[in-house]
């Protein structure tokens, strides 16, 4: 199975290259640098795909790795958005990451409410 040296996820046979981030895919990674599902945790959900890749950039600027799980099933059949999008982080990062969405989601609120404001 192909491995994306950048992201370290596993992607079915014939894949080339990683759909988050290009990288061309390699047949096998170190032992150590796989992902174990017991590594990270949630901190983030939504519905949008552009809110969680924001958090995750904004994480990765501040130096916390991160990484984005979609369960996205356009295939079932019900009027909405059902999607669910997670935004996962390392389990030694999640209270600095909690903390870092927060105060971003805070800055956010109020650089709206000055726009608002704005004669």
């Keep these: 199975m192909p491995y994306c040296p950048n992201c370290k996820y596993?992607?079915?046979?014939?894949?080339l290259n990683c759909p988050?981030?290009?990288?061309?895919?390699?047949?096998?990674l170190p032992e150590e640098t796989l992902l174990s599902e017991d590594d990270w945790q949630v901190v983030y959900t939504s519905s949008f795909d552009y809110e969680v890749e924001m958090l995750k950039d904004n994480l990765e600027s501040a130096g916390i790795?991160?990484?984005?799980?979609?369960q996205r099933d356009s295939n079932f059949p019900a009027p909405g958005d059902l999607s669910?999008?997670?935004?996962?982080?390392?389990?030694?990062d999640v209270e600095s990451?909690?903390?870092?969405?927060?105060?971003?989601?805070?800055?956010?609120l109020s650089d709206n409410d000055e726009e608002n404001?704005?004669?």
């Design 10 to 15: 596993e992607y079915v046979e014939g894949t």
């Design 20 to 28: 988050d981030c290009g990288e061309k895919l390699v047949e096998s």
């Design 65 to 70: 790795a991160a990484n984005i799980l979609s």
């Design 84 to 92: 669910i999008i997670k935004l996962l982080v390392k389990k030694e």
């Design 97 to 108: 990451a909690i903390s870092f969405i927060e105060e971003f989601k805070k800055n956010l």
């Design 117 to 119: 404001n704005i004669e």
